[in-house]
């Protein structure tokens, strides 16, 4: 919490509500990574109970790509240490860039629209975006 807050006791309070048992259960069910391990553990053991219920070889919605998908395997709880391992091997994120992304945005519906072909839209985000990291030495 930035030392800057306006109310830096509610925004406490806030980070402590979002990283309860109770909200990060509820994360994780909804197909989000939590920081709580007990919470991510359990959301794993619900999953594979899910997934297992379901024989091998049936088509089961994914309501996360939008697509049915073919249920392949049986899962573990080796699964689930399988997962947490990846997950605490990572020693960075990704995160994108908003101001590329909005040079992305603004430039694209030309395309899209039909306005301008790609080769001319590439040519300005290459051009936009060089600018940007120009400026930022």
Excluded: W
Excluded at 5 to 10: E, G, I, L, M, R
């Amino acid at each position: 919490v930035s030392s800057h807050a306006v109310n830096s006791d509610a925004c406490i309070s806030f980070v402590k509500m979002l990283l309860s048992d109770e909200v990060q259960s509820d994360l994780v069910l909804n197909d989000n990574f939590v920081l709580n391990r007990n919470a991510f553990r359990h959301g794993c053991e619900v999953g594979i109970d899910y997934f297992n219920s379901t024989p091998i070889g049936a088509e089961i919605f994914d309501y996360s790509i939008g697509t049915t998908v073919v249920v392949n395997s049986k899962f573990t709880t080796e699964d689930i240490d399988n997962l947490e391992n990846i997950i605490l091997s990572c020693s960075k994120i990704d995160t994108p860039d908003a101001s590329i992304n909005l040079i992305i945005l603004e430039e694209m519906p030309a395309y899209f629209s039909g306005q301008k072909d790609l080769a001319s839209v590439v040519k300005i985000l290459q051009d936009r975006v060089q600018k940007v990291l120009d400026e930022r030495g």
